[in-house]
């Protein structure tokens, strides 16, 4: 079911919210202290196009220096990356099939807002490995 999820999303939202993502970490990344907010750009990007069977889980490594440089990635990426999939999300609940696809749109919004300090895991790997 996550293959067939998966696909069905690559082809209506997944490619091109890679691509947000990817254009987003190639702008980052051309100042020397963008590097870091490129790289999580294109983390992000592969999540997005293949989200299900896939989690993001809060580091626990992860402290205040995080959520400044999270302050950063709202003004720079984060607000205009979170627009796209609310966006994304609306129009995919237009249609009873799309209803899922909408909600993992929903579900991306956080990651697409405040994306360090979190770290993307295998679905059933996400209690697992914290425990």
């Keep these: 079911?996550?293959?067939i999820l998966n696909l069905i999303w690559l082809v209506f939202s997944g490619f091109w919210l890679f691509?947000?993502?990817?254009f987003a970490?190639?702008?980052l990344c051309v100042t020397?202290?963008?590097i870091p907010f490129g790289v999580a750009?294109?983390?992000i990007g592969v999540y997005a196009l293949w989200p299900f069977g896939y989690?993001?889980?809060?580091?626990?490594d992860a402290g205040a220096p995080s959520f400044v440089v999270n302050v950063l990635w709202l003004i720079l990426?984060?607000?205009w990356l979170a627009l796209g999939h609310i966006v994304t999300g609306l129009a995919l609940c237009v249609t009873i099939i799309g209803i899922p696809?909408?909600?993992a749109n929903f579900k991306l919004i956080p990651v697409s807002l405040f994306p360090l300090g979190r770290e993307i895991v295998r679905t059933d790997r996400a209690f697992t490995d914290r425990w």
């Excluded at 691509?19 to 990817?22: G, I, N, P």
């Excluded at 989690?55 to 626990?60: A, K, L, P, S, W």
């Design 32 to 34: 020397i202290i963008g």
């Design 55 to 60: 989690t993001t889980v809060e580091r626990r």
């Design 1 to 3: 079911m996550k293959t």
């Design 101 to 103: 696809l909408g909600i």
């Design 19 to 22: 691509l947000c993502y990817m």
């Design 77 to 79: 990426a984060g607000w």
């Design 25 to 27: 970490g190639v702008l």
């Design 41 to 43: 750009a294109f983390r």
